[in-house]
C-alpha cells in the first residue's frame, strides 16, 4: 500500500469511528464550547495565580482577599438582593445616557457627513468639545445640573456622543458612491433617501460606533457613581473601598467586567445579524 492509499484509508476510518459522534452533535454548540474553552483558559489561569499569590500571603489579606471569600461576598450580596438592585440602577443610567448621546452623535454625524457648510464651519468646534475628556466636565456638570440623577446621564451621553458621530460620519464618507448615483437616478425625495439609502448603507459602521459607544459610557458611569452617586455599582464599589471590605471590591470589579462583557458580546451579535449582508457582498 502506497503513502497516498494509506493516509486516505486511515482519514476515511477515523471519520466512520467519530462519524456518529459528530452527527448527535450540533457544529454551532460544537463551536461554541470551543470558544468557551478557550475563552476560559486566561481567567482560569488569573484565578490560579489569584490563588497561589493568597496561600502564599504575597499581600497582606487586607490588601489582596482570597478568591473565596470573594466568592463568598459576590453570594451574600446576590442573596440579600443588594448587589441586583445597584446594578440595575446603573445599567437604567448607562442605557438612558448611550440613548440620549447615540442618538445627538447620529444626528450630527449624518448633519455633518451631509452638508459641507456644516463639516467646514460647525464640525471643528464639536470635536473640540467632545475631545476634552468626561471627568473635566464634571465640576462645570455639577454647577449647572446638581448632583442628581441628570448629571450621569448628562455625562454619560457627552461621552457616548463622539464614537456615534465619528462612526456616522466616516460611513458617509467611505461609504460607495454607487448608492448616491442610483437615488440621483431614480429621483427619490431627500427624507427618502435618507430613510431607506444612507442609514441602511452606513449601519455597519453606526453599530460599530455603538458598542464602543456603550463600552467609553460605561466606565463614564462608573468614575462618576464613584465620585457622587449614593447609588449604582460604582457606589457600592467605593463604599466598599471606604470600609476597607476589599471583598466587596473585588466582587464589583468582577461583576462590572462581566456585566461590560456581556452588552458588548449582545451588541456584537446584533451586529453580525443585521449587517452579515456587508460580509457576504465583499465576499
Known amino acids: 500500500m502506497t503513502y497516498v492509499s494509506y493516509k486516505t ?4 476510518a477515523g471519520w466512520s469511528l467519530w462519524a456518529p459522534f459528530r452527527a448527535g452533535f450540533d457544529p454551532r454548540l460544537l463551536r461554541l464550547t470551543q470558544q468557551l474553552a478557550l475563552g476560559a483558559v486566561v481567567p482560569l ?11 502564599g500571603e504575597w499581600l497582606a489579606p487586607q490588601v489582596l482577599p482570597a478568591p473565596g471569600l470573594v466568592w463568598e461576598t459576590t453570594g451574600e450580596l446576590l442573596a440579600s438582593g443588594e448587589l441586583q438592585s445597584e446594578l440595575w440602577v446603573s445599567l437604567q443610567r448607562v442605557l438612558w445616557g448611550v440613548a440620549l448621546g447615540g442618538a445627538l452623535g447620529l444626528i450630527a454625524g449624518l448633519a455633518f ?15 473640540a468639545i467632545c475631545l476634552v475628556p468626561s471627568l473635566g466636565w464634571l465640576p462645570f456638570f455639577m454647577l449647572l445640573f ?26 458617509l464618507r ?20 435618507v430613510f431607506q439609502i444612507t442609514l441602511p448603507s452606513i449601519l455597519p459602521s453606526v453599530l460599530t460606533g455603538l458598542r464602543l459607544a456603550l463600552s467609553k459610557g460605561w466606565k463614564a ?13 460604582g457606589y457600592l464599589m467605593m463604599w466598599g473601598r471606604k470600609a476597607f471590605q476589599l471583598d466587596v471590591v473585588f466582587a464589583t470589579i468582577i461583576v462590572i467586567g462581566v456585566v461590560g462583557w456581556f452588552m458588548d458580546a449582545a451588541l456584537l451579535r446584533l451586529q453580525n445579524r443585521l449587517t452579515g449582508w456587508s460580509v457576504k457582498s465583499v465576499g
Open 113 to 127: 457627513g451631509l452638508s459641507r457648510f456644516l463639516d467646514i464651519y460647525v464640525a471643528p468646534t464639536i470635536r
Open 221 to 233: 458611569l462608573i468614575l462618576v457613581e464613584m465620585i457622587s452617586s449614593a447609588a449604582g455599582i
Open 45 to 55: 489561569a488569573v484565578l490560579l495565580l489569584w490563588h497561589t499569590a493568597t496561600k
Open 146 to 171: 446638581g448632583i442628581g440623577e441628570a448629571l450621569k446621564i448628562i455625562l454619560i451621553a457627552k461621552t457616548c456622543f463622539l464614537p456615534l458621530m465619528v462612526s456616522a460620519y466616516e460611513g
Open 9 to 12: 484509508a486511515t482519514a476515511s
Open 174 to 193: 467611505n461609504r460607495p458612491r454607487k448608492y448616491d448615483e442610483i437615488a440621483a437616478a431614480l429621483e427619490l425625495p431627500f427624507l427618502t433617501r
